[in-house]
């Protein structure tokens, strides 16, 4: 055991993230550090998870084999990355049979953003544009993050996720190029998930108050507003490129910034879907732990059956 | 009801042939064969792998990053390892 006192620990592990040294799980770290990454990192996870329920939604209505096949394939690896960061999560020391019971009690939370139904095949296009987007955005920066396990997961999801927004512009970019009730459906989806997309980023900076601490610590290596105007920045041209109008009459590019202005967002919804109010709150917590319930048999017997085999083992 | 957890497992993928495994990350199974199975689903979805190794997590044993100092210390002196520590003379090549 170290004998150092915590001053001295913390002024070692501060210069070690000020040198852009990685933290990995056996080093010694603050307890704020080690409690940050942990709801983080499992908020992160439980979005990952809940965010499958969306689109999970249309897998039976995909409008041919081969969209079916992809959005199969991109649910899986949302699948996959709410596994990558649990693991990357455990490594804390966090326990994931309690922190799942805590998203299915409510009190963990998830990404806004899918608390919003899915009401046309656009959606899905949408979603992977706009959503995917937007997460890439965010976890981009967090490739970098000073925790090693949480980085290295990151690398993983977003060489993952490049590949869900091209598939989702793709659709939007067939539907705006296609019928008017085609074009009129996408430019109806991209009116519901425009401004719950730039909310994904979070509250202002100057109303983001854990915000300091991480970036510090180098968990954030961007802050909110910058990463949403980089968003916007990136993804209005391509609305043009499509003929599809974003909904916001503020929207004007500032030749003096360099970047775009944009309108007033509405806070009060996303404190209001973050409280657990939104339109699809209660159902995606309902799928979750129905989910659970409905498969603890297989837990079960898949403990049983590992019981038996070892068994058998020893008699051999 | 047994609401026991499965136990966590370390995954190891060889890329491919003529290249070590290398750790790629950890996931819950129930036995040796399902953590094969999940890690074929979780970790190789891209063909990122030919062979898989897993191991319960409870089995690694690590070195403790409060002693890598003193563990490692005795390496870093010796700098008479490397090649680079002799003196070679002008017109000498191949070596």
């Known amino acids: 055991m170290s004998t150092k006192n915590i001053e001295e620990l913390e002024k070692e592990f501060q210069a070690k993230i000020d040198a852009d040294i990685k933290i990995e799980p056996n080093d010694w770290m603050p307890e704020a550090y080690r409690k940050t990454l942990m709801r983080q990192i499992s908020q992160h996870a439980h979005s990952e998870i809940v965010g499958m329920l969306p689109e999970g939604n249309w897998i039976t209505r995909a409008p041919s084999l081969k969209r079916k096949a992809v959005l199969l394939a991109k649910v899986q690896d949302e699948a996959g990355h709410g596994l990558y960061l649990y693991s990357a999560a455990e490594t804390l020391g966090l326990d994931r049979e309690s922190s799942i019971d805590d998203l299915h009690s409510g009190k963990a939370k998830y990404s806004s953003i899918f608390n919003y139904p899915t009401l046309s095949w656009a959606d899905m296009g949408t979603i992977g544009w706009l959503v995917d987007g937007a997460a890439i955005m965010n976890q981009v920066p967090l490739c970098r993050c000073s925790y090693g396990p949480y980085a290295r997961a990151m690398v993983r999801v977003c060489k993952e996720e490049s590949f869900h927004q091209r598939q989702g512009f793709e659709i939007v970019s067939l539907l705006a190029n296609g019928t008017p009730e085609q074009k009129q459906m996408v430019q109806d989806s991209l009116n519901r998930f425009w401004w719950p997309s730039l909310m994904m980023f979070g509250p202002n900076d100057d109303n983001s108050p854990n915000s300091a601490q991480s970036v510090k610590w180098k968990i954030k290596r961007m802050s909110n507003d910058e990463l949403r105007q980089q968003f916007i920045d990136v993804t209005v041209p391509q609305a043009e490129m499509v003929g599809l109008t974003i909904p916001d009459k503020d929207l004007k590019w500032n030749e003096a910034t360099g970047h775009y202005d944009f309108g007033a967002i509405n806070w009060e919804e996303f404190n209001q879907v973050i409280q657990g109010n939104g339109p699809c709150n209660k159902d995606r917590i309902d799928a979750r732990r129905n989910a659970k319930e409905n498969g603890a048999w297989v837990r079960e017997a898949a403990n049983a059956f590992a019981e038996k085999r070892k068994k058998k083992e020893l008699t051999h | ?95």
Request: proline letters at 5%.
């Open chain 2, 1 to 95: 009801m047994s609401s026991k957890e499965w136990p966590l497992w370390e995954v190891f993928i060889r890329s491919k042939q003529g290249l070590s495994h290398k750790h790629v990350g950890s996931l819950r199974a129930a036995d040796a064969q399902m953590a094969i199975d999940n890690a074929r689903d979780v970790y190789t979805r891209r063909s990122e792998g030919i062979s898989i190794w897993v191991i319960e997590s409870k089995l690694v044993t690590a070195s403790d990053p409060d002693e890598s100092a003193e563990l490692f210390e005795p390496a870093d002196s010796k700098i008479y390892r490397h090649p680079t520590f002799y003196n070679v003379p002008d017109g000498i090549s191949h070596m």
